[in-house]
Structures are given as C-alpha cells and as structure tokens.
C-alpha cells in the first residue's frame, strides 16, 4: 500500500455504523490505506482494503499493533447486544473491556487520532447497566490520552441490520416516517442515518489528522454529527 499519504484502521467494520465508516473511508478521492480488523471475511473488497480477520478477538490489539507503518486514525464502531452475546456480563466483555484493550494497544502503536462511536444520553450515574457501560467506556479511552479523542454521539441509529431486532424496526420506521413529513427537522434531534453517522465519524477524525482541531477531546453531538455528515460533506477529503 506503498504511496498512500494517510492510513485508517477499523474495528467494527461489519456492524450498521461500522461498514458505513469501512465504505466512506474506501470511497474517499485521497484513497487511504483501511485496514479492518474483524471476525469474518468482510463483503468490501478495494485495492486499499486489507483484512485482517480473526474469529478471537483477544488477539486482535495484537494485531492491531502489527500494523506498520502505524495508522493516522483508528476508528471502533465495536459493539454488539446482550442477546447476541448471551448476558450483559458477556456483552461488557466486548463494548467495554475490548474497545478499551484495542485503544490502548492503539496508543502503544503510535496512533495519534482515536475516534469512539458511542451513544447519546448516556452517564455514569445511569440506573441503566447500558448506558453506564457506554458511559464508562468513553471515561476509559478519554484517560488513555491521544492527542485527539472523538466520541461520535449519535441517537437512534436509522439503517437495515443483518440481524433482525422487530422493536427498533418499528421505531426506526417511525423515525423515517417523521423525516419525510417534517424534511428531517423532526428526525434529526433524536435519530440519524447510519450514512450520515459514517461520514460525520470520518469526517471528524479527517480533520483531527489534518490538524484543522485543537487536540484533546471532541464531544460529536447529534447536532454536529448532521453538520459533519450531510450538510457540510462535500464527497470526501
């Protein structure tokens, strides 16, 4: 992948946000070196894409950083459900402890731009095991230090899964429903496209890499994920 100016790793990549992040960054005019750390074989093929697949997942920090020359920007999109892994304690395994084990391997590896997608209204004081996890995880990767930390926010997230989950079906129907009478005004406060989630999380990092923010922590709202991902994107940096 020689003659590439920037790199991107990914994780998270076959998840409803995570391969809209894959298929912006692979869309991309500059046409960034992508590496995709993931479980199984990956449905995007590019003469940029290299995957890296490995059914377990406590190797994938090594793996990640195996990748030399380090990436500019490594973005998780990493997360699944209880009833996909069986138990909250099983989920946590994966949305908490392996996003942080993967960041901080990040870090380790040199990387200087991390972007996080994470969850709106979340806390640490939440009554909720959820959004007291999602809460905390954000707290973790925030205290391991990159130069710059952006934790994408977004609210409902309105796309098709693989897997079939009939409640959010019928809000994210709902939801489509309310952008079409109010030409999204209506949508946009509580639920975006997971397109719009990618580009706004590429987006985001992009400027980070380019130096356009001041380093530190970046708080993307669903406010400014819109702005990042549809109003302002212009197709690509």
């Known amino acids: 992948m020689a003659g590439h100016h920037f790199s991107a790793a990914l994780v998270g990549s076959t998840g409803l946000v995570g391969s809209q992040i894959l298929s ?3 869309a991309l005019p500059s046409h960034p070196a992508v590496h995709a750390i993931a479980r199984r074989p990956l449905p995007a093929t ?3 894409l290299e995957s890296h697949v490995d059914s377990d997942t406590s190797k994938w920090p090594e793996t990640l950083k195996a990748i030399s020359p380090p990436p500019n920007i490594f973005l998780s999109a990493l997360g699944t459900t209880r009833a996909q892994a069986g138990s909250f304690e099983a989920q946590r395994l994966i949305d908490h402890d392996l996003n942080v084990s993967l960041a901080q391997a990040a870090k380790d590896s040199g990387v ?4 996080l997608i994470s969850s709106a209204a979340v806390s640490l004081n939440s009554p909720f095991p959820y959004s007291k996890m999602k809460a905390e995880t954000e707290e973790a990767v925030k205290a391991i230090g ?5 934790i994408v926010k977004p609210g409902l997230l309105v796309g098709t899964r693989e897997e079939s989950r009939a409640a959010e079906a019928v809000v994210r129907g709902v939801a489509k429903g309310l952008g079409a009478i109010s030409k999204a005004w209506l949508f946009d406060w509580w639920a975006q496209d997971v397109d719009v989630i990618g580009r706004a999380a590429v987006s985001a ?3 980070c890499v ?3 923010r001041k380093q530190g922590v970046w708080m993307v709202e669903q406010s400014e994920i819109v702005r990042l991902g549809r109003t302002d994107w212009k197709g690509g940096l």
């Open 46 to 48: 590019s003469s940029n």
């Open 112 to 115: 200087k731009v991390y972007v």
């Open 210 to 212: 380019e130096g356009k």
């Open 146 to 150: 990159f130069d710059y930390t952006v």
């Open 24 to 26: 912006t960054l692979l």
């Open 205 to 207: 990092g992009m400027q």
